[in-house]
């Protein structure tokens, strides 16, 4: 940011932000950004492409001798993928400015007991608890926000389409669930006196596949991405396990029915196994977002003169953009990636296909600055 001239700053959780001033910088600013963080074992397309392909885009608009009117900036955001404090998006949900969060940040603590607070200073963002309001975006901050992103899916890249225009976000929930037994050893305790906690989350696991299914609908996801067993030894009966279950869908209505379904079976599970429910927790429970169409119609005009195809196309991932989204006109640009691979080692995007989303990026912000 600073080799491009940008001038930078950042906010109290580390959101950084680099801004190219307009001529009428008094006016919101077009937003464009993604994140660089990652889960484990992942990929180094998902949010890399939409933070370095933003400065591209805005070297490509210096070189080309671009005068804009609004400001842009690159903005590239806190904890996107990262749940250590429980919840994702941790920069994009305090700047939308939801207040619950603020209040829970300042209490919240990881598995190991080390609070956000502590974690955020030992990063280097030494904060008074107050300090977490200072990063809710003031009103009209940004006039449109773009995300350039690979598409994580297969869609563009069966197709043979170079750009996926998103008009959509999933809506995505977490939900985190545990149950008690009484454990005990694996050899010594006969199997009609067991209350084995992770068989109920087995049983529990398969009724979450079962529920997404019955939806009837192909949109409808949803996975346990983690399953622990306490004590975790192979001689002993788990005495606690503990669960946390994605589901998304685009109808938010048909996502919360799963929700329910799962909430009764977990309870249904613990009556017949003898356990204790001990926690059902909805972490998030987001509704989707829609783009805007003037966002929409900017970038469909900007793919139309570079002459490139594209695509009309939902993102069932989400993405810092469905935050921005309750603050600002959003619209995201999708290019292939191999195979739809994403969130594993093997996540690509060819430097052909990386260099037409930041031709489109860099058009679409360039137009949206003069209007
Ligand atoms: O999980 C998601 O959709 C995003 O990659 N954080
Ligand atoms: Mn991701
Ligand atoms: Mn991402
Ligand atoms: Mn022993």
């Not at 299914?213 to 975790?232: A, K």
């Not at 640009?333 to 691979?341: D, L, Q, S």
Request: one cysteine or more; aromatic letters at 6%; charged letters at 25%.
């Amino acid at each position: 940011m600073n080799q491009l001239g940008l001038a930078v700053r950042e906010d109290a959780v580390g959101n950084i932000f680099g801004s190219w001033e307009g001529s009428e910088a008094g006016l919101g600013a077009v937003g464009t950004g993604s994140h660089v963080d990652a889960i484990p074992f992942s990929g180094k397309y998902d949010g890399v492409l939409g933070v370095l392909g933003a400065l591209e885009a805005i070297s490509l608009l210096k070189r080309s001798g671009f005068q804009p009117k609004r400001s842009l900036e690159v903005i590239m955001f806190t904890s996107e993928e990262p749940t250590r404090f429980g919840i994702s998006c941790l920069g994009s949900r305090l700047m939308a400015g939801i207040e619950e969060l603020a209040q829970s940040l300042r209490k919240v603590v990881d598995n190991q007991n080390v609070s956000f607070l502590d974690a955020a200073e030992s990063a280097g963002y030494k904060m008074d608890p107050k300090d977490l309001q200072s990063v809710f975006l003031k009103k009209d901050s940004y006039s449109a926000f773009i995300e350039l992103h690979i598409e994580q899916g297969p869609i563009l890249e069966k197709e043979g389409i170079p750009i996926g225009i998103v008009t959509a976000i999933a809506a995505p929930a977490s939900t985190t669930v545990e149950f008690e037994g009484n454990g005990g050893h694996a050899g010594a305790v006969l199997m009609p006196a067991r209350n084995d906690a992770g068989l109920a989350a087995a049983e529990l696991a398969l009724a979450v596949e079962k529920h997404v299914l019955e939806s009837g609908s192909i949109d409808t996801v949803g996975t346990v991405g983690i399953l622990q067993l306490h004590p975790g030894a192979i001689n002993s009966i788990p005495s606690k396990s503990h669960l946390e279950i994605d589901v998304r869908d685009i109808d938010e209505k048909r996502r919360n029915d799963v929700i329910e379904k799962i909430r009764r079976s977990a309870t249904e599970i613990s009556k017949n196994r003898g356990v204790v429910l001990s926690e059902f927790k909805i972490v998030n429970q987001d509704p989707p977002a829609l783009s805007d169409q003037s966002v929409v119609e900017a970038m469909e005009f900007a793919a139309k003169q570079l002459n490139l195809e594209y695509k009309k196309m939902i993102s069932r991932a989400y993405h810092d953009s469905l935050f921005m989204a309750r603050v600002s006109p959003m619209g995201m640009i999708f290019i292939p990636c191999y195979k739809g691979y994403s969130h594993k080692p093997e996540e690509y995007a060819s430097p052909e296909d990386m260099t037409n989303g930041v031709k489109v990026l860099a058009l679409t912000m360039a137009k949206l600055s003069l209007e």
